[in-house]
Nanobody, 118 residues
Framework: QVQLVESGGGLVQAGGSLRLSCAAS????????MGWFRQAPGKEREFVAR????????SYSDSVQDRFTIFKDSAKNTVYLQMDSLKAEDTAVYYC???????????WGQGTQVTVSS
């Protein structure tokens, strides 16, 4: 059993910052990758960022590159998403995810709302 619990969402003005956290519990030793996705109203869920669990290799979507940073604390089984220079279009429900393979996602959190006011 794996649980992913997100926290840190909220309301922020454009240009501001937020940090999301995702705490994992259960069979975390099976993880190859953790990441973040988001879903805005009326849109499909989209990839935001990911980090490999052992090597710490990161990748980002073009829309958040150079504004968002994903990092992890392996000792705490927690992954973070530092979001800077937020824009109104970053408004969405953000979901934490984990996968047993780098290219597949097997586990999902419940989501946390991020609202950026312009």
């Amino acid at each position: 059993q794996v649980q992913l619990v997100e926290s840190g969402g909220g309301l922020v003005q454009a240009g501001g910052s937020l940090r999301l956290s995702c705490a994992a519990s259960g069979r975390t030793f099976s993880f190859a990758v953790m990441g973040w996705f988001r879903q805005a109203p009326g849109k499909e869920r989209e990839f935001v960022a990911r980090i490999t669990w052992t090597g710490g290799r990161t990748s980002y979507s073009d829309s958040v590159q150079d504004r968002f940073t994903i990092f992890k604390d392996s000792a705490k089984n927690t992954v973070y998403l530092q979001m800077d220079s937020l824009k109104a279009e970053d408004t969405a429900v953000y979901y934490c995810a984990a996968g047993r393979q780098v290219t597949m996602w097997h586990y999902w959190g419940q989501g946390t709302q991020v609202t950026v006011s312009s």
